[in-house]
């Protein structure tokens, strides 16, 4: 007899619902859940890969010792204690600042990671800190910081009541949204076209989105702050500014106002690639909508420009009155979070620049790093040379800018340990390999995604396999390696209890908490003995704004509550949360922060620069997330998706054809492809899918190996970035191409 469990998919963004059926420890199948309040029964290809990554014969299972003569398994007490006492020796020799951190995306997507993370990354002691943000949402997240106070209030269009949708940069019927969380969006898509909206996708690819639209807009890579500013200046010209119950929470209008006078859409067309006619209707269309949200993505934030352009996406919001109102661009209102639900926000300051790194000065934000530097800070000799490297289930030689340097530096380190369960191109690198228990096997709690749903939703996902005896999740790993680093006895139990008595304090028990009645020894009762991330949610639930504050009694939300709730919770549509979510200084939505006027300059000196020639953008496939879902085969497996796509007209003038292979080169480097030749892409731009290229040697990944690819990241420019924010430039890369 089967035995079924109701979990959420942890492989992308978008949350779906998902019945696991299994035997005896075993998956005979998966599922679209059709009673998930959020996703009703939608599912992609990706979620079939959790059977796939369960059963993967090349999973590590226990820890790997590299060795003279190769891979050593070696038990986990022996694994953890040298593991801590190797990063105690790098720190002990070269300073705390030699030991650097690497966090990659699949963390984002486990409540354990989100959780006890943090926990390591203190102990470590090093503002060495970097992760796959910055190759990725960063310029929105630094957006949103100055504009609203807080670089988790992103707003997301209320897709499902909006009038009229304008999409820049995004796909998200591939990706399910992004900074958006929204399973099934290309039913949601085509529900708002049914309904009578309009949709209007901006991208230089007719991609599968633009395929769904009213209209598909190409425009040259790297420009999309050019068109926004351009949009902004005809709301104003043309007496199109409402802001409506916005106004008397708005700062900057005035300077807004005077920056955009040098964006008309006849000065930016001929860089942007869309003509002013096309431009000004766009923002009357916007402008006249009944409702209306303007949404960017990956595109619009991995571009020289990407911080302005993620701004002004919300500018557009705010001066149109969609911002904060049903159908137009909303905030979300957690069931769990780290700020206990408290809604009184008051400014911390904004945390960037604080420090900078070490070689070329680039800037922190939010305790991190670019990832841009990381490769700089290992093989620039130096007082602060970073020696010792931790990374938790990332993969930045496929990842970031020039990976090839990256790789060259891995090898220079004193000590590198990973967490993670592959040998993949970057964990090959590592001293020892501490392999954490696959998705099907531990707890999960989207805490990180639910900030950004497009319905207040709230999910809980048993484990559904029975780890190994001799497993280990990775919260046990993160506070076995972090308690010896902090000079604690190594009792991951203990360390737990320390810490979640220190949350407990701040949550409950004192005047302005949540909870300010509860005794914090209660309340550690109430939450129980058993060690993980399980009583942390617990916490955060009941003193979230949906919550029972400790009270078994009253109608609200503990993990108990939610548990009993097998296929999930719709806590209901989003509701306006401003002006008390703000956390800007002033109370404000300052809308022209001096960090972001202070780089319009820059913008618009790239109004008349000579066009880059032919540029490389990436693109989203639905059976891939990054570099980690290539070795399932039923994700890979078909005709090869790893090619050059080239418009028609640039084939012919390159000489390259439909099949051929064609020889991919920028400033850093070069990569040979096979070529698909299509009009979906605009003419002067060429297109790699981003996270392949899994030929390398010593990956133990024999399904990606068969469909290796070719990683379009060793075409990045480490030198290349955004310069407000430090994020990789992936999208607008000028290359030369040639037949192969």
């Known amino acids: ?17 998902i019945v696991v059926e299994t035997e005896r420890d075993r998956v005979r199948s998966i599922r679209g859940d059709d009673l998930d309040p959020f996703s009703r029964g939608y599912v992609c290809p990706k979620a079939h890969g959790l059977k796939g990554l369960q059963e993967d014969p090349d999973r590590v299972r226990r820890p790997l010792r590299r060795t003279a003569s190769g891979w050593q398994e070696i038990p986990w007490p022996q694994a953890l204690a040298e593991a801590a006492q190797n990063l105690q020796r790098v720190r002990g020799r070269h300073g705390a600042e030699s030991l650097a951190i690497f966090l990659g995306n699949p963390a984002a997507h486990n409540l354990g990671s ?57 796909n998200p019927a591939v990706s399910n949204g992004s900074l958006m969380t929204a399973p099934a969006m290309p039913k949601r898509l085509r529900a708002l076209r049914e309904r009578g909206g309009r949709l209007v996708v901006v991208d230089p690819r007719r991609s599968e989105t633009a395929r769904l639209a009213s209209q598909h807009l190409p425009i040259r890579p790297g420009t999309d702050a050019l068109f926004l500013f351009a949009i902004v200046r005809t709301l104003f010209e043309e007496g199109l500014v409402r802001l409506g119950r916005l106004e008397p929470m708005v700062d900057g209008l005035e300077t807004v106002r005077a920056l955009a006078r040098g964006f008309a859409p006849e000065a930016v067309s001929g860089r942007v690639g869309i003509a002013a006619p096309a431009i000004r209707r766009v923002a009357r269309e916007i402008a006249q909508a009944p409702t209306a949200a303007c949404y960017g993505r990956i595109g619009t934030c991995t571009q020289e420009f990407g911080t302005l352009a993620s701004w002004l996406v919300d500018v557009v919001n705010v001066l149109t009155g969609n911002l904060d109102r049903a159908g137009g661009a909303m905030f979300t209102t957690p ?80 000590y590198m340990v990973a967490i993670d369960f592959y040998v993949n191109e970057t964990t090959r690198h590592a001293d020892l390999i501490l392999p954490t228990t696959a998705p099907l096997e531990h707890e999960h709690y989207d805490l990180l995604l639910y900030n950004l ?11 559904t396999i029975a780890a190994a005896p001799d497993a280990k999740h990775d919260w046990e790993i993160l506070l076995a390696l972090a308690a010896p680093l902090m000079g604690l006895p ?8 320390r810490l979640l008595a220190e949350m407990v304090s701040r949550a409950v028990g004192r005047p302005g908490t949540p909870a300010a009645s509860v005794d914090p020894q209660a309340a550690l009762a109430q939450l129980g003995a058993e060690p ?155 297109s790699l899918p981003h996270g392949w290229g899994h030929g390398l040697e010593g990956v133990r990944l024999r399904v990606a190996a068969a469909h290796p690819g070719v990683p379009s990241n060793f075409l990045a420019d480490p030198d290349s970035l955004d310069a407000l ?10 290359v030369t191409v040639e037949p192969a």
């Open 1 to 17: 007899m089967a035995d079924r469990s109701y979990r959420a998919c942890t492989l992308c963004e978008a949350t779906c619902g």
């Open 114 to 170: 989100m959780v006890y993370g943090r926990v390591l990354i203190r102990a470590l002691g090093s503002r060495q800190r970097y992760s796959a943000t910055s190759v990725d949402q960063l310029p929105k997240m630094i957006s949103s910081c100055l504009l609203f106070g807080e670089q988790l209030l992103v707003p997301v269009p209320d897709v499902d009541r909006t009038d009229y949708l304008m999409m820049i940069g995004a």
């Open 335 to 414: 069931a769990a979070s780290f700020q206990y639900g408290d809604t009184s926000r008051k400014s911390r300051g904004i945390p960037y620049g604080r420090w900078k790194s070490r070689v070329r000065g680039l800037p922190e934000f939010g305790g991190e790093l670019p990832a841009v530097a990381l490769a700089e800070e290992i093989d620039t000799p130096g007082e602060g040379q970073v020696h010792g490297l931790v990374t938790v289930s990332g993969n930045p030689v496929l990842s970031t800018p020039h990976g090839a340097r990256l790789a060259r530096a891995l090898d220079s380190l004193d």
């Open 453 to 463: 749903a497009i319905r207040n939703v709230a999910k809980y996902s048993p484990a």
């Open 490 to 497: 190594s009792d991951v139990r203990a360390l737990d209890d």
């Open 532 to 686: 993980g991330p399980a009583r942390v949610l617990d916490l955060l639930l009941r003193t979230g704004r949906y919550g029972d504050g400790f009270d078994d009694a009253r109608d609200g939300l503990s993990l108990r509550r939610l548990r009993a709730a097998e296929h999930g919770l719709d806590l209901g549509p989003l509701e306006p949360r401003l002006p008390q979510a703000l956390a800007t200084p002033s109370g404000k939505i300052e809308l022209a922060h001096d960090l972001l006027v202070a780089d319009v300059d820059r913008l618009r000196a790239a109004v008349g620069r000579p066009s880059d020639g032919l540029v490389l953008v990436g693109r989203r496939q639905l059976r891939s997330n990054n570099s980690w879902m290539h070795n399932v085969a039923a994700l890979v497996k078909g005709p090869e998706r790893c090619t050059l796509l080239v418009h028609p007209a640039d084939a012919r003038r390159l000489g390259i054809a439909d099949g051929g292979r064609a020889r991919v080169s920028s400033r850093v480097g070069s990569v040979e492809a096979p070529v698909t030749v299509s009009d979906e892409i605009m003419p002067g731009v060429v």
């Open 725 to 734: 924010s430090g994020n990789a430039v992936l999208n607008g890369i000028p």
